[in-house]
């Protein structure tokens, strides 16, 4: 267990935002991140990542309003690239309606999808410390962590917001993800990944100064 190393990472961020017209809005941003250092994960035996990671990330957002139902689309999609080889594609939509009184309501649905990293195995070798683990624990980059293979995933969401007095704010929102390998875009997912699905319940709090 390696829990003493070190790594320093550097972020940038350049964006613009441009009005089109009263009801449309648009904004696109691009952001690079270097790191340095130790990248491996020290709770897996058999983790061997690079020292270094470069990425970049390409989001666009574009909002719509529509004076019929008084509400707002927003849309926005973000690419992301790393010289660890991973790419992965994000889609996501929400609806934004007022319902008077200070409520609002706001489903969304998210699409997500990645190639994975190339030093990752799939499936897991068998557990044969003579043959098939030493090969993999010597050799150059190994990550058997699922968050480096390759899927597709789906969140849908459902946000219930109330405004009161002196600009406080209470929200609900549940959130429900699931992940498959064979819903990658573009190619079949890692064999050895089992579904995964996960539910969200938040509450929040808010006030505006």
Known sequence: LTLNEKRRTR???????????????IQSNLSVSVGKGYFSDPYKSIDKRPDSRTSWAW???????????????????RYFKSDWGTTAH?????????????????????????????????PLPPPNPQLDFVTASTATYFSADTRLAAFGAITLGMKVAKEFANDWTVDVK?????QRSGWRLGGNGSPGLEDFTAKWFQIGISKKF
């Open 59 to 77: 989001l666009t957002r574009y909002n719509h309003y529509f004076a019929g139902p008084a509400a707002s689309l927003h849309t926005s999609y």
């Open 90 to 122: 994000t889609v996501e939509t929400a609806w934004y309606q007022p319902l008077g009184s200070g409520w609002l309501l706001r489903p969304s649905v998210r699409y997500y999808t990645q190639r994975a990293a190339k030093f990752y195995r799939d």
């Open 174 to 178: 549940y959130e429900w993800y699931q």
């Open 11 to 25: 972020d940038a961020l350049f964006g613009i935002t441009q009005v089109l017209t009263p009801n449309d809005l």
